[in-house]
């Protein structure tokens, strides 16, 4: 491993000790900096473009960077496409997992974010069938993963299926239980339908 190489591998390392420790504001300075520093990097572009997530013109030309630097590594497109989902960038989002998607291999190892992904554009389509097929295939590969079960009981909801979302939720909650995004989630969930705790 050259010179280079080792220093991102550190910075990557003091990121990633950074979001553990809840320290937002110096993991967005440091990946900043080593952007700067090592301009060809696409894991530290990407990293910096979630990092900077809340000052979205940083963020998406961050995410477009990783993008360019990494055209065939489908890793580095499903996660930018899934910062555009969230930055609602639906097209640039659907380009990267089309061309995720064509490069990525049986054994892929973001395979179901790949599949939440194009299930979130999906929805945003209209195509409830395909959508549902993809959140429930990811969810049910990874259901450790929070957020693939907190969008899988909204899209549910917005069906007007809530017991189904409420079980769902469960689930994660279950795996996640001290997660508090799902917490809010499923108690806005039983307001909203006037479910009690006792049911599902």
């Given at each position: 491993?050259?010179?280079?190489?080792?220093?991102?591998?550190?910075?990557?390392?003091?990121?990633r000790s950074l979001e553990r420790e809840g320290m937002e504001h110096e993991n967005e300075m440091l990946l900043r900096?080593?952007?700067?520093?090592?301009?060809?990097?696409a894991e530290l572009a990407i990293r910096a473009g979630a990092a900077t997530f809340d000052t979205?013109?940083?963020?998406?030309?961050?995410?477009?960077?990783?993008?360019e630097l990494a055209p065939e590594d489908p890793?580095?497109?499903?996660?930018?496409?899934?910062?555009?989902?969230?930055?609602?960038?639906f097209e640039e989002a659907e380009t990267l997992?089309?061309?995720?998607?064509e490069r990525a291999p049986a054994d892929f190892v973001l395979g179901y974010d790949l599949a939440h992904t194009a299930g979130q554009l999906a929805a945003v389509k209209g195509k409830n069938e395909l959508a549902e097929?993809?959140?429930?295939?990811?969810?049910e590969g990874r259901p450790d993963v929070p957020h693939f079960g907190r969008e899988l009981a909204l899209f549910l909801e917005s069906l007007g299926r809530p017991v189904e979302a409420l079980a769902v939720l469960s689930e994660a909650l279950r795996l996640n239980p001290g997660d508090e995004h799902?917490?809010?989630?499923?108690?806005?969930?039983l307001e909203a339908w006037k479910i009690g705790e006792g049911d599902p």
């Open positions: 491993m050259c010179s280079d190489d080792e220093d991102i591998a550190e910075i990557v390392q003091r990121s900096s080593a952007v700067a520093r090592f301009p060809g990097s979205p013109r940083d963020s998406k030309a961050y995410l477009r960077r990783a993008a890793a580095t497109l499903t996660r930018c496409a899934s910062l555009f989902v969230s930055h609602r960038e997992v089309m061309r995720a998607g097929r993809m959140l429930v295939g990811a969810f799902l917490r809010e989630v499923r108690r806005e969930m």
